[in-house]
């Protein structure tokens, strides 16, 4: 008896620590670091190497785009024309849609007049993973819930 005793002890102590131990417990306070993003980003120029508006690919509309993320905070896409805005990359301290990223990037064109270019790109995007040479982002429209992905890779 005490042996059964024994071994059901050892057993909810066994089962007690890997439960623990495979928690998926990730959402304490800390916030995520948004300066490796911030240092990919500014190293070099950027293009746009999908855009995708509701299941729509509108990527033509601006693969011949260069972007520029100066580290001021100032966005500069250039082409025939050159549209201006600004830039970030912050923590959203949420836990929405990229628990394990939460990070935005936050995109604002603000010259020349709004235009459906302008439009398209300024929001605040969930950076879903990046690297030295790709930044992928992803957004969910909080009024129709429509899904637009946008990945800049670098030239």
Same mark, same amino acid.
């Given at each position: %008896?005490?042996?059964?005793?024994? !071994?059901? %002890? ?10 623990? %131990?495979? #928690? ?6 800390? =916030?995520?670091?948004? #300066? ?5 980003? *500014?190293?070099? &120029?950027? $293009?746009? *190497? ?15 785009? @260069? ?22 990359? &912050?923590?959203?301290?949420?836990? /929405?849609?990229?628990? /394990? ?5 936050? @995109? =604002?064109?603000? &010259? ?10 300024? /929001?605040?995007? /969930?950076? !879903?993973?990046?690297? =030295?040479? $790709?930044?992928?982002? !992803? ?17």
């Amino acid at each position: %008896m005490k042996k059964l005793k024994l !071994i059901s %002890m050892l057993a909810l102590i066994v089962v007690f620590n890997v439960a623990s %131990m495979c #928690s998926d417990d990730d959402n304490s306070n800390s =916030a995520a670091d948004p #300066s490796p993003v911030i240092n990919t980003v *500014t190293s070099g &120029t950027w $293009r746009i *190497t999908l855009y995708q508006d509701n299941g729509v690919n509108e990527t033509n509309n601006y693969s011949n785009y @260069i972007f520029t993320f100066n580290t001021n905070g100032v966005l500069t896409a250039t082409n025939s024309t050159s549209y201006n805005g600004t830039w970030s990359v &912050t923590t959203s301290n949420s836990n /929405d849609d990229n628990p /394990d990223n939460d990070l935005d990037f936050n @995109i =604002a064109f603000v &010259t020349p007049a709004p235009n459906a270019f302008t439009d398209d790109l300024t /929001d605040d995007w /969930d950076i !879903i993973s990046y690297t =030295a040479n $790709r930044i992928q982002l !992803i957004d969910v429209s909080g009024g129709n819930g429509g899904t637009d992905y946008l990945t800049f890779e670098k030239n």
